[in-house]
């Protein structure tokens, strides 16, 4: 049969102890967590740890951001940027591809209205300029 009493450690001379229960001069340990050990393999990390580390912190491709504003603020050099953006991305891992793509797609659809709108506009003027010269017309006077 086991003895299930507790066994408590020993006061210091007086009695006194601190808040703790603690004898005074008793410093506790600080806690390490042990690392649990399989029983077929290398140990493994604490609770709360990463098994290999934080992973790396990929960053923003600078290109890709330049992209998305210039899209809005001059089309041509989003496109330009974005598809720049794009190929660095490739190479380096970055982040930011759906940014580059979304700058590449903004500047096109800006480019294709505003080479419509010049296309009428010119057009309008043409067309203008025609009716002003025409011999036919003749103006009240």
Excluded at 15 to 37: F, K, T, V
Excluded at 72 to 85: K, Y
Excluded at 107 to 131: E, M, Q, W
């Amino acid at each position: 049969m086991t003895n299930f009493e507790p066994t408590y450690p020993p006061r210091a001379p007086g009695g006194q102890s601190d808040p703790g229960g603690h004898p005074q001069g008793y410093q506790q340990p600080p806690y390490q967590q042990q690392a649990y050990q399989r029983p077929d393999g290398p140990p493994q990390p604490g609770y709360g740890q990463p098994p290999y580390g934080a992973p790396p912190q990929r960053g923003t491709n600078a290109l890709a951001i330049l992209a998305i504003v210039f899209a809005f603020v001059f089309a041509p050099l989003g496109i330009v940027f974005g598809s720049m953006a794009r190929n660095q991305i490739k190479n380096t891992g970055e982040e930011g591809s759906g940014l580059a793509l979304a700058g590449i797609i903004v500047g096109s659809i800006i480019c294709a209205i505003l080479l419509v709108y010049f296309i009428f506009f010119a057009l309008f003027i043409g067309a203008a300029i025609d009716t002003i010269n025409d011999p036919r017309l003749t103006f009240p006077t």
